[in-house]
């Protein structure tokens, strides 16, 4: 049987096993933890949002957008193709880009400003913070890639060369993945510093993106440690390239219903695990 498929099948039983057996208390929890959850992610959007480098971001993104109208010298079908693409290349990218500077300065920048002493003398959990937090950060993020999606279909719709039903499913799923990123982000940024968090923000970026490669040569490894370790790394490293449909998008195809589905899926289990990882670790963590 596939490594990672017995990896997964035991994460779901171990989550199950867990949810069944602190069912009650999980219940008292989420009565108490849903209103400071919603309070802590209202307070991180607002107070990041106003940052002047998120401003910039989001100006910088609408404007190299626009600037892809220049793509004149291709013919019309190939240009269309260059702007469809293009753009959910750039959203995707500095949807990952933001959510992992904001994650690298949500909870280390509270720590270090002892912001944190304030929130926590109040009734409020741990794990609300961490999960308030991240929530807040998603918010951010999708105001972000919002922004962008609406920006490129404007144009597409302005230059009536692309139907925008495709791209805005591409981009809707794309934001999945960055959220699925996020969540592991936000595990290291509960036990590091914002630089470390910043460094393992992009080596996640960069290893999730190649994990269909990365699979491949797995499986040509023959049988022993190495491929265990390797299919374990692989395992928790994001699988950003479920995510993916700029080609289908560009090139007017339908947009698969079963991987999509299986992405979310996988998401969701993932976010949850590594929520659960991130409060416990941020429950230890001496601030």
């Not at 998008?249 to 947009?255: P, Y």
Request: proline fraction near 2%; charge should be positive.
């Amino acid at each position: 049987m596939n490594l990672l498929l017995v990896i997964y099948i035991v994460s779901a039983v171990l989550v199950l096993a867990a949810l069944v057996i602190a069912r009650k208390q999980i219940a008292r929890g989420l009565l108490h933890g849903i209103p400071s959850v919603y309070r802590i992610a209202g307070m991180t959007f607002a107070e990041t949002r106003r940052r002047r480098i998120l401003q910039v971001i989001i100006l910088l993104a609408a404007l190299m957008l626009v600037g892809m109208l220049g793509i004149t010298w291709l013919n019309p079908g190939e240009s269309a193709k260059a702007l469809v693409s293009g753009g959910l290349d750039l959203v995707f990218l500095l949807g990952i880009l933001v959510s992992i500077f904001i994650c690298a300065f949500l909870i280390p920048s509270d720590i270090d400003k002892r912001t944190i002493y304030s929130v926590l003398s109040k009734p409020v959990h741990r794990w609300e913070f961490v999960v308030g937090k991240y929530f807040g950060a998603l918010a951010v993020v999708g105001l972000l890639v919002g922004i962008m999606l609406l920006v490129q279909m404007i144009v597409l719709v302005a230059t009536q060369k692309h139907p925008i039903g495709l791209v805005f499913q591409a981009g809707l799923v794309a934001y999945f993945g960055i959220a699925v990123f996020t969540a592991a982000v936000m595990v290291v940024s509960t036990i590091a510093s914002s630089l470390t968090t910043v460094i393992a923000g992009f080596t996640l970026w960069l290893v999730g993106s190649i994990q269909a490669m990365s699979h491949s040569v797995i499986a040509h490894i023959e049988g022993g440690f190495s491929k265990t370790v390797l299919g374990v790394v692989s395992a928790i490293i994001p699988h950003l390239d479920k995510y993916d449909f700029r080609v289908e998008a560009a090139e007017q195809l339908a947009i698969p219903l079963v991987l999509v589905q299986r992405g979310l899926v996988y998401g969701i289990g993932y976010v949850a695990v590594c929520l659960i990882i991130a409060s416990l670790l941020f429950r230890e963590r001496q601030v």
